[in-house]
């Protein structure tokens, strides 16, 4: 991981530079800085609306007793959408500028979900309402896990 961060920091702003004087060169210089003020703006603006709508949804999800996964990744990827906007370069507005798509956050999202897993604390009450245990010595399940009732935790006071 740390290689692969070192490779972005050091080939991304080669991209950005690369870019900048192809740019200066057809456009001119004061267009090319004008265009990085406008996809600025335009992102502030648009993660400005986006990001109203995604707390929103976030705040209903949370109302109706639903976990807001998707609309939390959604929240952090505008963010740093946002992120890109505000550096100054058109690749990382490019990548910014993806990242309000939601079919791409949809698409990052279903990939991170095949990586990572998530644990609440509804679903372990969930499965300790659904599964109480008779005995009162920890149930060690097949995974290797061991299920302590409340009287079987030493730590508690």
Do not use: C
Request: net charge neutral.
């Amino acid at each position: 991981m740390g290689r692969f961060l070192f490779a972005l920091f050091l080939v991304v702003p080669i991209i950005e530079i690369a870019i900048f004087v192809a740019m200066g060169g057809i456009i001119g210089f004061w267009w090319t800085m004008g265009g990085v003020v406008f996809t600025a703006l335009l992102g502030s603006y648009l993660l400005r609306m986006q990001g109203f709508a995604v707390w929103t949804d976030v705040q209903g999800k949370m109302r109706a007793g639903q976990f807001p996964g998707q609309s939390i990744v959604d929240g952090i990827m505008l963010a740093i959408a946002g992120a890109l906007l505000l550096t100054p370069g058109f690749f990382t507005d490019a990548v910014g500028f993806a990242l309000f798509v939601p079919q791409v956050r949809y698409f990052i999202f279903e990939q991170l979900r095949k990586r990572v897993s998530v644990v609440s604390a509804t679903s372990y009450s969930q499965y300790s309402a659904h599964h109480p245990s008779s005995n009162s010595q920890p149930e060690r399940q097949e995974d290797g896990i061991i299920d302590l009732d409340d009287e079987n935790w030493r730590g508690k006071s």
